[in-house]
């Protein structure tokens, strides 16, 4: 089994993340494709980078992101820094002939996003972009119904990303509104995953018709030198203005002829992680909603007439990736495991000199989808998608 040594970009909550599906994807797949090996973690100082190091397990830390990148016993770089240091990072990795996972929204811009592509493309190395929802099992097996035709043609997709963590407005000015670091709002950081899932489970999406709204305009300013998310609501002291989108609603049309919508929000009071899929075709239908992220729930057409009505399917060792995780259905799936299942993916890709989706192509597709949401919800008017060809 070979080691593939990782350094680390970003020691906050996705390093966590990544951290724990390095260290556990050998006790879940075994044999394990190639030994993760946590090599090295970086953060902006040497301190948060030593933290990080001691934490999550790493060899050695450094807040250099650049030597890091260059060094040689270095096979692959995560970046798992906000969204607007992907770009320089994942470009010079690439430079360096190292293979690359980047969290995403791959950039906050769709040209950036493309130069990122072209330098993956350009050094031929392992890229992967981190819309990790992909691997909740129950979404694995929806894709498994589609692929088999179990629900027919699809007509018509229902996806939604609703949060409540920004919902008070006096919850703190995260790099997340703010437009130089994130690019967007809720659309790049949360609809990206639904525009992703729905290119993974329907097709490529042609043309978006949508509303785009910022509700709360300003927010206080973040103390304490780490991003709070919602946490530490507070009504007194400076305010920093929010100059990207809270809420988007999109109408959408795919090439294959299926139609849809598709919602973000992070102001959302009472709804936690609540992406939900809805998948109508011509002999049955599929939903799903990650707060029960066990459970896929499914009806065919084919169903006697007198018992048709949807039916819970709990995922476990029979359904995708269900050997390597835990023996008996419904013992719960949790983000980790959808982060461990990426890693997995990741590594095979790696030691096996093949690829990966969702890969930088994958990334770009979906920021252009965003890009044509944005541009729709400022000037009223369906948008056509630009279509990246593999
Ligand atoms: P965070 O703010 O918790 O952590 C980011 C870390 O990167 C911080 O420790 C920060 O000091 C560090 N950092 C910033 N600039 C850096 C630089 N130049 N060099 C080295 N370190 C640097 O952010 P979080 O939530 O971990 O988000 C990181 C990325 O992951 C974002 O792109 C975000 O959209 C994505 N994300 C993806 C999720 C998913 O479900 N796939 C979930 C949460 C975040
Ligand atoms: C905040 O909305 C956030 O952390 C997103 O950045 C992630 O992508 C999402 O998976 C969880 O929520």
Redo the contacts with the bound molecule.
């Keep these: 089994m070979r080691d593939v040594n990782i350094a680390l970009i970003g020691g906050g ?1 996705m390093g966590k993340a990544h951290s724990l599906a390095y260290a556990a994807l050998p006790m879940f797949f075994w044999p394990a494709p190639a030994r993760p090996v946590r090599k090295t973690v970086v953060d902006v100082t040497d301190e948060l980078a030593s933290t990080a190091a001691q934490r999550y397990g790493w060899e050695s830390y450094s807040s250099s992101w650049r030597d890091v990148v260059a060094d040689p016993a270095i096979d692959l770089i995560d970046i798992a820094t906000p969204n607007h240091m992907h770009a320089e990072i994942a470009i010079a990795a690439a430079e360096a002939g190292k293979h690359v996972i980047c969290e ?1 929204p791959l950039a906050p811009t769709a040209v950036d996003a493309k130069r990122m592509l072209d330098a993956v493309e350009k050094a031929g190395v392992v890229n992967a972009v981190a819309f990790n929802y992909r691997r909740t099992p129950a979404i694995a097996l929806a894709k498994k119904y589609i692929e088999e035709g179990a629900i027919g043609e699809i007509l018509n997709f229902r996806g939604t990303y609703l ?1 409540d ?1 920004s919902a008070d407005p006096n919850s703190p000015l995260s790099w ?1 509104f703010q437009k130089k670091i994130a690019g967007s709002g809720a659309v790049g ?2 609809g990206s ?1 639904v525009v992703d899932l729905a290119r993974y489970l329907v097709g490529e999406i042609s043309e978006v018709s949508s509303v785009v709204s910022t509700f709360i305009k300003d927010r206080p300013l973040q103390t304490g030198g780490f991003d709070a ?1 919602g946490a530490a609501s507070r009504s007194e002291g400076p305010r920093g203005q929010v100059d990207v989108d809270d809420e988007a609603m999109s109408l959408v049309k795919f090439h294959n002829g299926a139609v849809g919508s598709i919602e973000a929000t ?1 102001n959302a009071w009472g709804r936690n ?1 609540y992406i939900s899929l809805e998948i109508h075709g011509t002999d049955g239908s599929i939903l799903f909603n990650y707060e029960n992220r066990d459970q896929l729930q499914v009806v065919f057409k084919s169903d006697p007439a007198d018992r048709r009505g949807f039916r819970t399917v709990f995922t476990g060792p029979a359904t995708p990736y269900g050997e390597a995780l835990w023996p008996i259905p419904a013992l719960g799936i949790g983000y980790g495991e959808t982060k461990i299942i990426e890693a997995y993916e990741l590594m095979k890709a790696i030691a096996e000199g093949g690829s990966v989706r969702p890969d930088f192509a994958d990334g770009y597709q979906t920021a252009l989808v965003d890009e044509a949401i944005l541009e729709s919800g400022g000037n009223g008017n369906w948008v056509t998608v630009p279509l990246h060809e593999r």
């Design positions: 909550f995403k949060q963590w997340r950081d949360i995953h998310l992070r992680n």
